[in-house]
């Protein structure tokens, strides 16, 4: 029976994307009679099912709105100066993540940008205040993103850009990692 309880514990585990979820593991005293092993044996396994479950809840949640997004108010931020390396978050028609490279945002400390190959220049400006990139003039300017937020991690700053296209919003993620 624990043979049993503990493979289909691993097989939940795999097939649930959960391996990082919260391990809850019982304490099993010596004493403790076979039925009360197979009953804190079960408890566990349950916990260790629900931990799986609201793993995999968040992270459909997560994909359903374009990713996860900061929700507490962010202090304003000085903006992170370099080349932005761009993929389009997309879900393809299985419903699985798919990640297409869209090229490199070259942000200058003077107001100016470069897409791509570097032929196309455009001006922008940033409010620290509210994190906002709005392009003035350029590539960007000309496809009017709904939306381009700065954030900063550890190591890297990020771009988030909302695109509106004739089929919809494309989301954007730009990472560059100086500092």
């Avoid at 649930?16 to 039925?35: R, V």
């Avoid at 028609?93 to 942000?107: D, E, H, S, W």
């Avoid at 919003?169 to 500092?179: F, L, M, P, R, V």
């Amino acid at each position: 029976m624990r043979l049993t309880t503990t493979l289909l514990t691993g097989v939940l585990l795999a097939l649930s994307g959960a391996a990082a979820a919260q391990t809850i593991t019982p304490t099993l005293a010596p004493a403790q009679t076979p039925q009360e092993r197979a009953q804190a044996e079960a408890a566990a396994v349950r916990a260790r099912a629900a931990a799986a479950l609201q793993a995999r809840s968040e992270a459909e949640a997560a994909a359903k709105t374009g990713g996860p997004r900061m929700t507490a108010p962010m202090a304003s931020a000085q903006l992170i100066y370099g080349d932005y390396s761009c993929i389009q978050n997309a879900l393809d028609a299985t419903k699985r993540m798919q990640f297409i490279p869209r090229g490199v945002i070259q942000l200058n400390n003077n107001g100016t940008y470069r897409y791509l190959d570097g032929n196309t220049t455009g001006r922008y400006t940033y409010d620290a205040a509210t994190r906002q990139i709005t392009w003035l003039t350029g590539y960007f300017a000309e496809h009017a993103p709904a939306k381009t937020t700065f954030s900063i991690a550890d190591k890297a700053g990020q771009l988030d850009i909302e695109l509106r296209t004739g089929t919809g919003t494309q989301n954007w993620s730009c990472g560059c990692a100086k500092k």
